[in-house]
């Protein structure tokens, strides 16, 4: 290894003549044709062979002349990522974590999370929403739902608060921008802490800002089903609080920042202090260059898929409109803007004559890509078994019930071809036909 691309730059200790990156692998060409075979796969093609072989050659060749990436994690472009993030989504401080649900535990974290608290949050979410509240015995409020976009409700919210409420936790379920005015109202009022779970809401916005940078924190997953992806898995956690965004890089790796230089490593290592002033311990979320990278790649796309993702909603909504029975999904307004992650597809049972599970049935008959149907989270097996009674929850969140049972259910919109948008429109017009005719 030539020593123009070394230095000790794994964990910048200055110069030196044994470089502390010794004491790890590099990857060289041959690596680097793996790579591109894994994201350019051969798809049966008569000349992917040749081409492959050029590309081998040219990237031996290359190999020969290059140097070698020497940071592979929490380096530049963690922080070009980072700050991208913080100039998109107008925040004071971005923090690029392995996951999502990672980049949540830091929040929790900081919010001073503990055994007896309560966070509120809508019955329907995914799973990695209340994992860290429920792994440290804090206990999930469910708060009831919005039908119209199966969104947080801040009526019920209000309702749910108690005087153990620690924090609020709106998910912008499918994209769909949450009533945030209602919901940061409440917390106000009673002094609670919001982190919004924009998981499928990157680059949507409420009243002109940016979804994720509306509560006390907020943030978005970048697994390989989101609108968009950094290579599989990957998380961003904003926050414009200055306590709590000078503690994030220590939070995302075991309490160092490697942000900046480290002087002392025994004693410049510090827990993160929460809100209530608890000490909590970091664990490790942290995330690759690559990784960075393939956020910042995919970032300079996302207002393009969105604005597609958008034509491809309102098409459903222009053909399925036409149906008596299906309630079309909330368009966009001057105030809010969704992303389109998943259409909602509601029907009326009294006017189809059936609901949405025996719909399902049929445009699973027809084809149709099965989304998994987000369900109310009290109906879980792992909230049974840590003694949460589902039969109480359900009855305060009786619109959750009335709506998961009968009512909704969600179909994809990205990337489809035209032709597939189209026979999964009229498929559904035709399947919502046959249960009125009892068929
Ligand atoms: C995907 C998802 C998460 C978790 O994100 P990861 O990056 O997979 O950890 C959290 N909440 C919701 C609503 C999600 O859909």
């Not at 200055?14 to 591109?36: N, R, T």
């Not at 998981?199 to 924190?217: P, T």
């Not at 929460?274 to 311990?281: K, P």
């Not at 008596?324 to 004559?353: C, F, M, N």
Request: glycine share 10%; proline share 3%.
């Amino acid at each position: 290894m030539s020593e123009k691309s070394g230095g000790d730059f794994r964990y910048s200790v200055g110069e030196s003549k044994v470089p502390w990156h010794a004491v790890g692998e590099f990857f060289d060409g041959s690596d680097a044709l793996e790579l591109v075979k894994f994201l350019l796969p051969d798809n049966g093609e008569a000349d992917y062979a040749v081409k492959l072989a050029n590309a081998a050659k040219a990237l031996s060749e290359l190999s020969d002349v290059a140097g070698r990436a020497t940071k592979l994690t929490l380096g530049k472009k963690v922080a070009d990522a980072e700050a991208l993030a913080c100039e998109y989504f107008g925040s004071k401080y971005a923090c690029f974590t392995s996951n999502w649900t990672g980049g949540m535990e830091i929040a929790y974290k900081l919010a001073g999370i503990s055994a007896g608290d309560e966070v509120i949050m809508p019955a329907v979410t995914f799973i990695a929403t209340m994992a860290y509240p429920l792994s440290v015995g804090a206990k999930i409020v469910f708060a009831d739902i919005d039908p119209e976009t199966i969104n947080l409700d801040p009526a019920d919210l209000e309702r749910k608060i108690t005087p153990k409420t620690k924090m609020i936790v709106p998910v912008h379920l499918g994209g769909f921008p949450v009533d945030m005015d209602g919901v940061m109202a409440v917390a106000r009022k009673h002094g609670i802490m919001v982190m919004e779970d924009a998981a499928h809401g990157m680059g949507g916005a409420y009243k002109g800002k940016k979804l994720g940078s509306i509560g006390d924190f907020g943030g978005f997953s970048l697994h390989e089903v989101k609108n968009i992806n950094s290579l599989g898995e990957g998380g961003v956690l904003l926050t414009s609080d200055d306590a709590f965004g000078s503690q994030l890089a220590g939070g995302r790796f075991l309490g160092l920042d490697f942000t900046r230089k480290i002087k002392d490593w025994l004693y410049d290592i510090s827990p993160l202090t929460a809100r209530d002033g608890s000490i909590q311990v970091a664990q490790n979320h942290s995330a690759t260059e690559i990784q960075a990278l393939g956020l910042i790649l995919q970032m300079k796309r996302l207002d393009k898929i969105i604005a597609i993702r958008r034509k491809a909603a309102e098409y459903m909504n222009g053909v399925l409109s036409e149906e008596k029975g299906i309630l079309i999904e909330k368009s966009d307004t001057a105030d809010t803007y969704g992303t389109h992650h998943l259409y909602l597809l509601r029907i009326d049972p009294k006017v189809v004559g059936g609901n949405i599970q025996q719909l399902a049935a049929k445009l699973a008959a027809k084809g149709l890509t099965n989304i998994t149907h987000f369900g109310p989270m009290y109906r879980f097996k792992i909230m049974r078994d840590l003694g949460y009674n589902e039969h109480e929850l359900a009855a305060t969140c009786p619109r959750t019930e009335e709506m998961f049972y009968n009512s909704y259910t969600h179909l994809p919109l990205y990337p489809l071809t035209e032709e597939q948008l189209v026979y999964q429109a009229q498929a559904v017009v035709e399947a919502v036909r046959e249960l009125k005719q009892g068929k």
